[in-house]
């Protein structure tokens, strides 16, 4: 599997729904339960990734749809920036 070396892609294919976006945002949606935190092996590595989802089950489909092997491990809580 081919995974770029700076941007969340294995394969052409997306992996981090919230890629690009500020943290404020990320937060917002984290807070309204919308955020799923997933991660795949590849390469002997291991990658993580985030799905904008509404349950839990719609997050597990949209992983399987991706074709990557990720697990979907819980919802995202809470992000930020370390100085």
């Known amino acids: 599997m081919r995974v770029h070396s ?41 990658y993580g990734g985030r799905i904008i989802a509404r349950s839990q089950e719609q997050a597990h489909e949209t992983a399987f749809v991706r074709g990557l092997g990720e697990e979907v491990l819980g919802r995202l809580v809470l992000t930020g920036r370390l100085d």
């Open 6 to 46: 700076s941007l969340p892609y294995a394969d052409g294919i997306c992996f981090d729904d919230i890629e690009g976006f500020d943290i404020e945002c990320t937060n917002h949606l984290a807070a309204n339960g919308t955020v799923y935190i997933t991660e795949f092996k590849a390469n002997s590595r291991r």
